[in-house]
Nanobody
Framework: QLQRLESGGGSVQAGGSLRLSCAAAPITPNNYLLGWFRQAPGKDREGVSCISTSDGVTYYAESVKGRFTISRDGATKMVYLQMDSLKPEDTAVYHC??????????????????????WGQGTQVTVSS
């Protein structure tokens, strides 16, 4: 049974912004990477972003780089995803996860993350044109 860890989803017009929050404490005990992935109807899961809780290093999918910003609060074990300049193709259910998923990159390089070990129920994000 998945827990509802995420909040902040909703419906916005293209160009708008949303801020997702994740109360990640239930999935963080043995993980130092926390992230977000999304899944649109009929599509595979897509890694969106990830952050290291130990040093704050961040990773992003090319499709969201420059538009989304991940952050975390170590004291409260909250993880956030600020989403700006939203596009209709960003429409999906967004899940908070323990671990990272897929091909992500940062200034240091490109990385492939094999999968996540735990995730939340998700929150719906709908972007209309």
């Amino acid at each position: 049974q998945l827990q509802r860890l995420e909040s902040g989803g909703g419906s916005v017009q293209a160009g708008g912004s949303l801020r997702l929050s994740c109360a990640a404490a239930p999935i963080t005990p043995n993980n130092y990477l926390l992230g977000w992935f999304r899944q649109a109807p009929g599509k595979d899961r897509e890694g969106v972003s990830c952050i290291s809780t130990s040093d704050g290093v961040t990773y992003y999918a090319e499709s969201v780089k420059g538009r989304f910003t991940i952050s975390r609060d170590g004291a409260t074990k909250m993880v956030y995803l600020q989403m700006d300049s939203l596009k209709p193709e960003d429409t999906a259910v967004y899940h908070c996860s323990a671990g990272c998923l897929g091909d992500l990159s940062n200034s240091a390089g490109h990385y492939h993350f094999p999968g996540v070990s735990a995730w939340g129920q998700g929150t719906q994000v709908t972007v209309s044109s």
